[in-house]
């Protein structure tokens, strides 16, 4: 087996992975890079040929990293298919028409606005390019629903286990006939955390896999756990209302909104928060939420009981409210606070979030609450890490607005549970890690080597390919 990593291998963005056995080749995932703007582009468009000739095209989950280039590929000529779970069908759908949308856009305001940008001459793909896309998805459903393999080409089979992470994520182990026997690998896709409000636990692989592919965003820390926000948040809303400030909140319109949305409703509920209008400025966000409702089957049972019960859909309540057309989000401009505007993209690299940011950052009493993962050159780590002006489309604005740090909404799996997934693989040989900033990787390799356990374990590299 040959494995080559073309993406998210010391970086968390960009996913790709190409296995090669026996003259099959499948490549997992192809993810869009997402860092400074620049950069972004020259990797984004330089999608390497060898990919567009794959066979076949296992998906691990939705998340823009994971399947943003999809319609790239096809638009290069990939002809094969495209496998993954029912729901993150559904939601690749959305987030790649988004991201189409965006790049649109985005594309057009430059040119209104003559930023001096350096700009290519098109946009990586266009709304067009998403028919034929999805016209290559094939469904396999999740392990824990069948137990059998499903074979996507000859000689090559694919079960995929709940990931956790995002609704329809899912960790793919692959089943290679070779003259030596079959051959597996697992590679564990984005791994989420166990006892999360919406979704279900994380799945361990029951097969007998000698090589894994495994995340490592966060393989140098444990989480806390998502009660202790609870208590900020509910400050922050009180100070907001005194203060009459808007509260800002940058989140994936994939996860981290759903959740929010959900924790507010549960303390709106039990009177714990003051009410203020809050709004999802996120046209993706929304139609997420209606792929919610489609794939009741896909979350977990327990946390949603309660909202059911009472008649309720748990994302959405009174005084919450859904923006659908541009105007009602450029009216949040003019609308003062208090208020809470929840908007993506999550990284805020683009979409709406940055006209938010770029209204209301100068301003003192507002607040930016960051609740998800942000990627190193993004504007979301800028701001993360504390710097005092931002560049948005060029223009240097002063951060005055008080900036949030919240750790606790991670829907990625802590050092610990990432270990403990590995350690539940029978017959495990070898770990890559993957998706992982330098130093993260390098703690967890460390981890892993220093546990006693018996694998061999390396740091993939951009580009390196490995055989064994
Ligand atoms: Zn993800």
């Known amino acids: 087996m040959k494995v080559t990593f073309y993406g998210a291998a010391g970086g968390v963005t960009g996913s790709k992975h190409l296995l090669e056995v026996n003259g099959k080749r499948v490549l997992l995932d192809c993810g869009m890079f997402q860092g400074n703007r620049k950069e972004s582009l020259e990797r984004n468009y330089h999608l390497p040929m060898e990919?567009?000739?794959?066979?076949?095209?296992?998906?691990?989950?939705?998340?823009?990293?994971?399947?943003?280039?999809?319609?790239?590929?096809?638009?290069?000529?990939?002809?094969?298919?495209i496998f993954c779970t029912p729901a993150t069908r559904d939601i690749a759908e959305l987030i790649m028409s988004d991201s189409a949308h965006i790049q649109e856009q985005d594309f057009k305001w430059m040119q209104k606005e003559h930023l001096k940008l350096e700009q290519p001459a098109e946009p990586l793909y266009e709304m067009d390019d998403i028919p034929p896309t999805m016209d290559a998805f094939s469904f396999v459903p999740y392990a824990h629903e069948t137990n059998d393999w499903t074979e996507i080409l000859p000689g090559v089979r694919l079960k995929l286990y709940e990931a956790g992470h995002i609704l329809g994520s899912a960790s793919p182990v692959l089943e290679f006939d070779s003259a030596n026997?079959?051959?597996?690998?697992?590679?564990?896709?984005?791994?989420?955390?166990k006892n999360t409000p919406l979704l279900r636990d994380p799945d361990y692989p029951k097969d007998e896999i000698p090589t894994l592919l495994l995340e490592s965003t966060y393989g140098n820390r444990e989480?806390?756990?998502?009660?202790?926000?609870?208590?900020?948040?509910?400050?922050?809303?009180?100070?907001?209302?005194?203060?009459?400030?808007?509260?800002?909140?940058?989140?994936?319109?994939?996860?981290?909104?759903?959740?929010?949305?959900?924790?507010?409703h549960r303390m709106n509920d039990e009177g714990e928060i003051p009410a203020i209008p809050i709004y999802v400025d996120s046209p993706l966000a929304s139609r997420v939420t209606q792929v919610f409702r489609n794939h009741r089957h896909d979350y977990d049972n327990d946390a949603w009981k309660d909202f059911l019960e009472k008649g309720e859909f748990p994302l959405f309540f009174d005084g919450l409210t859904?923006?659908?057309?541009?105007?009602?989000?450029?009216?949040?401009?003019?609308?003062?606070?208090?208020?809470m505007i929840i908007s993506a993209a999550g990284m805020c690299e683009a979409g709406r979030i940055r006209h938010h940011l770029r209204n209301n950052l100068e301003n003192p009493n507002n607040i930016v609450m960051m609740i998800g993962f942000m990627a190193a050159n993004t504007l979301g780590r800028k701001l993360v890490e504390g710097a005092d002006t931002v560049n948005i489309w060029g223009t240097p604005?002063?951060?005055?607005?008080?900036?949030?740090?919240?750790?606790?909404?991670?829907?990625?799996?802590?050092?610990?549970?990432?270990?403990?997934?590995?350690?539940n693989i029978p017959g495990l040989e070898r770990v890559f890690l993957v998706h992982g900033e330098p130093t993260q990787s390098k703690a967890l390799e460390e981890r892993l080597k220093s546990n006693g356990h018996k694998w061999t374990v390396r740091i993939a590299e951009e580009e390196q390919a490995v055989a064994f």
Not at 183 to 188: A, Y
Not at 240 to 249: E, F, M
Not at 322 to 339: A, H, V
């Open 51 to 81: 990919l567009v000739d794959v066979d076949a095209v296992v998906l691990s989950h939705a998340h823009l990293d994971h399947c943003g280039l999809l319609p790239r590929l096809v638009k290069l000529g990939y002809k094969g298919k």
């Open 181 to 193: 026997g079959p051959q597996r690998i697992c590679f564990s896709g984005d791994l989420g955390r």
């Open 223 to 264: 989480h806390k756990t998502r009660e202790t926000a609870l208590g900020r948040i509910k400050k922050i809303i009180h100070e907001a209302v005194d203060n009459r400030s808007k509260i800002i909140v940058p989140a994936f319109a994939l996860g981290r909104t759903q959740e929010l949305v959900y924790t507010l």
């Open 322 to 339: 859904y923006t659908k057309s541009t105007r009602e989000s450029m009216d949040l401009n003019t609308k003062s606070g208090p208020m």
């Open 397 to 423: 604005y002063d951060v005055k607005a008080r900036v949030e740090v919240f750790n606790e909404f991670s829907a990625h799996a802590g050092a610990n549970e990432l270990e403990e997934f590995a350690e």
